[in-house]
């Protein structure tokens, strides 16, 4: 169980820094065309970083007591809607919550906030989509040690 919730934090801590890669491209991205981000000296550049990693890291924080609390599957990663959907409200509520109140990047109100709904969409399902394709991946290399594990076991038998 302890083990478990190891493997989880830690699961949730490359989430924080994937996510925190995902925005930062997005960001600077959205920056040099329409200057999004506020001011332009090295300072402004410092806490923006700060803020975006102190939300991703509330992120990864919220999805690890979501997955501590409501998951029932201790032994496996959970790629369903339902989990899919609570994950997505693991970011929303710092995005809007943190972003939008704290750190007054957009108005919460207002039509400003379709840029950063986009952006944690984007990141999300971008995120999501490569925990999902190593978790297929990791299975496909699992089954196929099982699989040459029990030929090999075959083979030996035959041999006897």
Same mark, same amino acid.
């Given at each position: 169980?302890?083990?478990?919730r =190891?493997?989880?934090?830690?699961?949730? #801590?490359?989430? $924080?820094?994937?996510?925190?890669?995902?925005?930062s =491209? =997005?960001? +600077?991205?959205?920056?040099?065309?329409?200057?999004?981000?506020?001011?332009?000296?090295?300072?402004?550049?410092?806490?923006? /970083?700060?803020?975006?990693?102190?939300? $991703?890291?509330?992120i990864?924080?919220?999805? !690890?007591?979501?997955? $501590?609390?409501?998951?029932?599957?201790?032994?496996?990663? /959970?790629? +369903?809607?339902? +989990?899919?959907?609570?994950g997505?409200?693991?970011v *929303?509520?710092? *995005?809007? #919550?943190?972003g #939008?109140?704290?750190?007054?990047? !957009?108005? *919460? !109100?207002?039509?400003?906030?379709?840029?950063?709904?986009?952006?944690?969409l !984007?990141?999300?399902?971008? *995120?999501?989509?490569?925990?999902?394709?190593?978790?297929?991946?990791?299975?496909?290399?699992?089954?196929r040690? =099982?699989?040459?594990r029990?030929?090999?076991?075959?083979?030996?038998?035959?041999?006897?």
């Amino acid at each position: 169980m302890k083990q478990n919730r =190891i493997k989880k934090l830690r699961n949730y #801590g490359i989430s $924080c820094c994937v996510s925190y890669t995902f925005v930062s =491209i =997005i960001l +600077s991205l959205l920056n040099v065309r329409q200057h999004l981000m506020s001011g332009t000296d090295v300072h402004d550049v410092w806490l923006n /970083n700060i803020q975006i990693f102190v939300v $991703c890291l509330a992120i990864a924080v919220c999805m !690890f007591i979501t997955d $501590c609390l409501f998951k029932i599957d201790d032994g496996e990663e /959970n790629y +369903s809607l339902i +989990s899919f959907t609570l994950g997505l409200v693991d970011v *929303v509520i710092p *995005v809007m #919550g943190l972003g #939008g109140f704290v750190f007054r990047w !957009f108005n *919460v !109100f207002s039509y400003q906030i379709l840029y950063p709904t986009g952006i944690l969409l !984007f990141v999300y399902l971008a *995120v999501f989509g490569l925990f999902c394709l190593n978790a297929k991946h990791t299975e496909k290399e699992l089954n196929r040690k =099982i699989n040459e594990r029990k030929e090999r076991k075959n083979h030996d038998k035959q041999d006897n």
